[in-house]
């Protein structure tokens, strides 16, 4: 098996992993460390959390800044707990 990714790697490569574009090998490098790690865990999440509310509501990719406006938003309610 490949070397272990970092978290900057699985941050890149989460929508390669989240579209189903990731050959086999690279999804079990990515799904590893995500397994293994917390905050990549997180960030899984939300990515998720992002796509399911733009299927409800849009039916369409949202676009750049209103990704980082909802991201934001997610990382303040989550630490707020």
């Given at each position: 098996m490949p070397d272990m990714a970092d978290?900057?790697?699985?941050?890149?490569?989460?929508?390669?992993?989240?579209?189903?574009?990731a050959t086999p090998e690279r999804r079990a490098v990515l799904r590893a460390h995500i397994e293994a790690c917390p905050g990549c865990f997180t960030q899984l999440g939300i990515e998720e959390e992002i796509r399911e509310l733009m299927r409800r509501c849009c039916c369409a990719h949202a676009p750049v800044t209103l990704r980082q406006k909802i991201i934001l938003r997610l990382r303040v309610e989550r630490y707020r707990g």
């Open positions: 978290c900057g790697d699985v941050y890149e490569s989460l929508f390669e992993l989240l579209d189903g574009e």
